[in-house]
Antibody, heavy 116, light 107 residues
């Protein structure tokens, strides 16, 4: 069974960089079966796709593209999200998930609050 | 970008009722449509993929239909545990997009 777990700071100051890690178990992150994605959800609102990475490269949401970097650490079976120049509008629950046209497996989500 | 429009945004129904949620794509997405159920404080859970294929473990009272731009999720006999918010998602092209969600409440 594939499992994902997000980790990282729960509080980030405005203008700083939000950094999260997703640890994958039950499958290799080098597998061609999945891509690895980040999705976020502000409190009481809907889901927003941030981006994804696979062996071919990355795709990002154009609305965030200038601030987002997703990368993979194969030695740790992890992938990460960096979101720069954050503002209060980036406060949300951040999920990592596997992607294969659909989001099959999800992490439990981690709340990140942007505040000074 | 492909816009996904769900309706209604809220539905209140009784146990045993048939509930249908619709999702319209701003352009054709073939069958690249999935439905997710999300309960408060939890991650979304995949229910339907490929517009009509039931994910393993999902009760058979859930069904999906549609192709191209118009899709629907039907709960044939609403149960108390179906109280949740439901989202559609298109996997046809980047950027991936979700519908705004439909909250299903049990009367």
């Amino acid at each position: 069974q594939v499992q994902l777990q997000e980790s990282g700071p729960g509080l980030v100051k405005p203008s700083q960089t939000l950094s999260l890690i997703c640890t994958v178990s039950g499958t290799s992150i080098t597998s061609d079966k999945y891509s690895w994605a980040w999705i976020r959800q502000p409190a009481g609102k809907g889901l927003e796709w941030i981006g994804r990475i696979n062996t071919s490269g990355t795709n990002y949401n154009p609305s965030l593209k200038s601030r987002v970097t997703i990368s993979v650490d194969t030695s740790k079976n992890q992938f990460s999200l960096n979101l720069s120049s954050v503002t209060a509008a980036d406060t949300a629950v951040y999920y990592c998930a596997t992607y294969a046209r659909i989001f099959i497996y999800w992490g439990q989500g981690t709340l990140v609050t942007v505040s000074s | 970008d492909i816009q996904m429009t769900q309706s209604p945004s809220f539905v209140s129904a009784s146990v045993g009722d048939r509930v249908t949620i619709t999702c319209r794509a701003s352009q054709g997405i073939s069958s690249w449509l999935a439905w997710y159920q999300q309960k408060p404080g939890k991650a979304p859970n995949l229910m339907i993929y490929g517009a009509y294929s039931l994910q393993s473990g999902v009760p058979s009272r859930f069904s999906g239909s549609g192709y191209g731009t118009d899709f629907s999720l039907t709960i044939s006999s609403l149960q108390p545990e179906d109280s949740a918010t439901y989202y559609c998602q298109q996997g046809n092209s980047f950027p991936l997009t979700f519908g705004g969600g439909t909250k299903v409440e049990i009367k």
